[in-house]
């Protein structure tokens, strides 16, 4: 998910975002009315069910945040410009062209014509402009997204095919503006958007794919296909996402038929689903990484500090010792079984113009004894027990939170706990279904981390930027892991306004290479997408890249926009996989993830986060 998150107004306060699941206004208002509400209640047909683990934290596209929510956002509201399936290259989405001034300042969007919102009433560019002004005046809008309108000076609609956005310096992300687009005429009369979670009343208006119809928290999330869709009707008459806690009862059900598609297998589930009939297993390079983060000292923008992680991780010779004493090679062979590469740079390789790689005397390669002598010449001894000590005398001990659902952590955690125990420093594992309470409020002193980039690295940089901090403590902002440092945040500027494609990635290279240097995260691997789906249900879908890429949490609605049932595949001609996704037909009950109380929370409840 993917960050998330630079400049962003404000967000609501915690304790406003603690009251989100009781404090909706102007629901109804999101209803569509009539027929829609009859065509969503006809049974039978095809049903395309995917297996999911994650937990929703918002249907709301100003507060969504999670991996999970962003991707069904993506399928029910268009963008101004969507991803080619092949390539990432941004083609049209809401918008048919763009065209900037001569000074970049000025863009200009041509909307199209064809889009109509699922209640009937035209898409236009007042809705666009609407949706950025909302989140340029209110900070509660600016939650999720607020990153990509922060340098916004002005947008306008002078008809209703042209909005004009006017910019306080050039920006490079105008051609990937990942923000859904809202209708106007709905959402303008929701009162509190830090309180409004949108998932009251259904089906909600949208001009996507797919219309939302119906959503039970950490059960399912329903949709069916939008036949005034631009692009052409998805083939599926229904889309659910259903909620498993657990990943064997999510490929149990897999193999039983009742769910068509399941994403993220360990290598153990899908070395046993390789050999079921009539279910593909797809492992193709992902667009995430899996890392270590450390707690830099949880601070807000106002200076003052919070959180209770330990202050001897905020030496930057502990946390080199510690990173020298972590063998990523053991982690990919025998944690993922070579279903990934190892990670070096914050970007996967799988962007190759932004991928980075430390230069051979800058890189922290697995050396134990080098940490011990980092940690003695710094001062941390061991005592006649062979424990470390630290600079008062006690115990080094330390914690890292582990997120339940994910087997990756818990099987990493006891490596660490060997090695680090050799260093003399204890590891506490603190497994739990959710992980964001205690990240939020800083209380950890490390954590397992990860996110899925996008093919423009904007957001995952952002996250890691001084103007993400919470404003004061009571707050919540959308920083990944409270770090704040200047060289990092002076470079993130000046690749934000570089529209040179090689100057630019030069430039976020540097900031991969700041971030590596701190230490205040360490890569462990590029994980791949291993995922799985009946093949007697679909027929064909599209991965991303369509050579060899992901079904889930693309940049895109691809995948579920293309998938063919197999019912069909022997009647309209329309059959053939591409390196496919199965979906079960008329599998009734599928669904997605509930939404957590907690916005603010955002994507921690699994280590499948934010884009």
Known sequence: MVT????????????????????????????????AQAEDEKSGGTTLTVAVSQSVDSL????????????IHR???????????????????????????????TWTYTIRKDSLWSDGKPATAEDAAWTFNKMMTDPNAATANGSFTANFKKVTAPDPQTLVIELKQPQATMTALDVPIVPRHVWEKVTDFSKFNNDQQFPIV?????????FKVDQYIKLRPNKKFWRGAPKFDELVFKYYKDGDAAVAALQKGEVSFVPNLTPAQAAALKTQKNIKVNDAPGRRFYALATNPGARAKDGRTFGNGNKALLDPE??????????????????????AVEGEGYIPPRFGSYFWKPAAGQKRAYDPAKAEQI??????????????????GKPLDLRILCHATDPNDKASAKYLQEWWGRLGIGLKVECLDSVSDPWVKGDYDLAFDGWSVNPDPDYVLSIHTCGTLPATPKDTGATDNFIC?????????????????????????????????TGYMNVIAYP?????????????????????????GQDGYWSWWSAVPAAQSSDDGSGGSSTGVVVGIGAAVVVVVGIGVFLGLRRRSTADDRE
Not at 486 to 513: G, I, N, P, T
């Open 4 to 35: 998330k998150v630079p400049p962003r107004p404000a967000p609501a306060s915690r304790a406003l975002r603690l009251l989100l699941a009781t404090g909706v206004t102007a629901a109804s208002l999101l209803a569509v009315p009539g027929t």
């Open 60 to 71: 709301s596209p100003f507060l969504a945040q999670k991996l999970v929510s962003t991707s």
């Open 75 to 105: 399928l029910a509201y268009e963008y101004l410009t969507n991803y080619d399936v092949k390539d990432a290259r941004p083609i049209p989405g809401l918008a048919t062209e763009w065209k900037s001034s001569p000074d970049k300042l």
């Open 206 to 214: 949208g001009n996507g794919p797919f219309v939302i119809t119906d």
């Open 318 to 339: 502990v946390r080199k010792a510690l990173f020298l004493a972590v063998d990523r090679t053991t982690l990919v062979e025998k944690v993922f079984q070579n279903h």
């Open 375 to 392: 940690l003695d010449a710094a001062g941390y001894r061991k005592n006649a027990e062979g424990r470390r000590l630290g600079k008062d």
């Open 485 to 517: 440092d200047r060289q990092f945040d002076a470079l993130y500027a000046r690749q934000a306004v570089e529209y040179d494609a090689a100057k630019r990635s030069d430039l976020v290279r540097q900031m991969q290479s700041r971030l590596y240097d």
């Open 528 to 552: 791949n997408a291993l995922e799985a789906y009946r093949t007697d249900q679909i027929a064909s879908i599209t991965t991303m890249p369509e050579a060899a890429g992901n079904l889930w």
